[in-house]
């Protein structure tokens, strides 16, 4: 897969690396999101010892040091560390003799063989590697583990680092550029991966959607077809009590004790496994814009390719591994537009955060009762300005141009949000939009129209 993006995360690692001091950089983000290509990327040029750490124990992940070290400098042939102090005073040895860079990749898994791995490390951070030029990197997928034990104020390590770089999903200009597919094309495979690369390079842009879906989840070789399943198990313990839960929260069950009900776990439970999911960065809570009652919170899948998963591929699977899947990939293609709007959204989002023309201090949306039509509404987006202005979005995925009833319908939902401030409506459209509606948007500043191509600049 060639290396795409990155331009700012790169130019920090290589400033770390480039260095006459020592350095301690920690680097993470979701499985697959990129995190081993970015420092391999910018490793290159420098003398490095790279190390995967593995699920093992602690006399073999020992071992694994002494090849990683041989791999990575071509020196220590038939080295034996006996401890981690052993490993570590080697390497502040070498880093004194000449500049070293040190990757310790899924440096959680390191932890789980070796228990006071942070403990040394600290000590070795402060008595050793201080006094040499070695650029340190600890990298992770477990988010929660990252931020929490090796960032958080409570870890041995914390205050220590030089720089730290969360490698984030692609937006959607990158995903273009390593897809290479039509505007559209490229929405909706940046819809199912969630902006992942590697699930990206999996979809040739020369390929039609439908195939590559059909290849990559609805078969019992396909590439993605188990990957959800193969995250959670590397993940959490239980992993089918999680399915579950993912499974009803694809299905618009969303709210704790309806978690529960439907279920038939226990809310303490349900609390549990919520609260996890959203530790691995898989499920996220919301509440109405400007509302803070808890009462009315409700949890979503926030990551692309689990919540395509379940919503789209799951449902099938015994089919699926009956290899009898015509049924199933012609409901999807019947129902994709309409499964499609919900993540349109995302993108979206993304939109007004770079192009709002004040920085975003708070982004959502909104639902609730509207006392004018006496119906439930729901509004797209919400946003406010750092000076109090605020955003309303409507996302519209569908075949038709969206007109002024769209508009002037969002205008007034938009009036059970509280705010004092200039109020500006910025309507997204697959399909573009009506005469009335472009007629309407000249010389109103209030009134923004976002067509699909606009979504790339």
């Known amino acids: 897969m060639r290396f795409v993006g990155r331009e700012t995360e790169l130019k920090e690692l290589k400033r770390v690396f480039n260095s006459e001091t020592f350095e301690f950089v920690v680097v993470y983000g979701r499985r697959r999101v990129g995190k081993t290509t970015l420092i391999s990327k910018a490793c290159e040029g420098f003398k490095t010892i790279f190390h995967l750490s593995t699920k093992t124990t602690e006399k073999k992940t020992l071992t694994e040091l002494a090849t990683s070290v041989y791999e990575g400098i071509g020196e220590g042939s038939g080295l034996v560390f006996s401890t981690l102090d052993a490993f570590f005073t080697y390497i502040a040895q070498k880093a004194v003799e000449e500049s070293l860079v040190l990757v310790i990749d899924e440096f959680p898994f390191m932890v789980q063989s070796i228990p006071n791995a942070m403990g040394v490390l600290q000590r070795f951070i402060d008595l050793k ?141 349900i609390s549990y496994y919520l609260s996890t999911l959203q530790d691995i960065g898989l499920v996220d809570k919301k509440l109405p814009f400007g509302d803070a009652n808890k009462k009315k919170t409700i949890w979503y899948i926030k990551d692309g390719l689990f919540q395509f998963y379940f919503k789209q591929v799951h449902p099938y699977r015994v089919l699926i591994e009956r290899g009898i899947v015509d049924g199933a990939v012609a409901w999807l293609e019947k129902t994709f537009t309409t499964y499609a709007g919900r993540p349109f959204e995302e993108i979206c989002r993304d939109y007004v955060l770079s192009h709002a023309k004040l920085p975003i201090t708070e982004i959502g949306s909104w639902w609730g009762s509207d006392p004018r039509s006496k119906r439930e509404k729901e509004i797209d987006i919400v946003a406010k300005t750092i000076d109090g202005d605020l955003i309303f979005g409507e996302c519209k995925f569908t075949n038709e141009k969206v007109g002024t009833r769209e508009y002037d319908d969002l205008v007034h939902t938009s009036m059970n949000v509280a705010g004092d401030k200039k109020r500006y409506y910025w309507i997204f459209s697959k399909s573009g939009f009506s005469t009335s509606l472009l007629a309407e948007a000249k010389g109103n500043e209030m009134l923004r129209l976002v067509n699909l191509p606009d979504l790339f600049l």
């Open 129 to 269: 590697f201080k006094n040499t030029t070695l650029k340190l990197v600890l990298a992770g997928s477990s988010v929660s583990f990252m931020e929490h034990q090796v960032l958080g104020d409570k870890s041995p390590l914390y205050g220590r680092r030089s720089a730290q770089c969360k490698v984030m999903p692609f937006n959607l200009s990158e995903t273009k550029t390593l897809y290479g597919g039509t505007e559209i094309n490229t929405v909706l495979v940046q819809e199912i991966t969630g902006g992942v690369p590697l699930y990206v390079s999996y979809f040739p842009p020369d390929e039609a959607i439908e195939d590559s879906i059909k290849r990559l989840f609805f078969s019992n070789n396909g590439l993605l077809y188990n990957e959800p399943l193969n995250i959670l198990n590397r993940e959490v313990n239980e992993p089918q009590a999680f399915f579950s839960v993912l499974e009803l929260l694809a299905h618009g069950v969303n709210k704790l004790f309806e978690l529960a009900d439907k279920s038939g776990m226990s809310a303490s439970n």
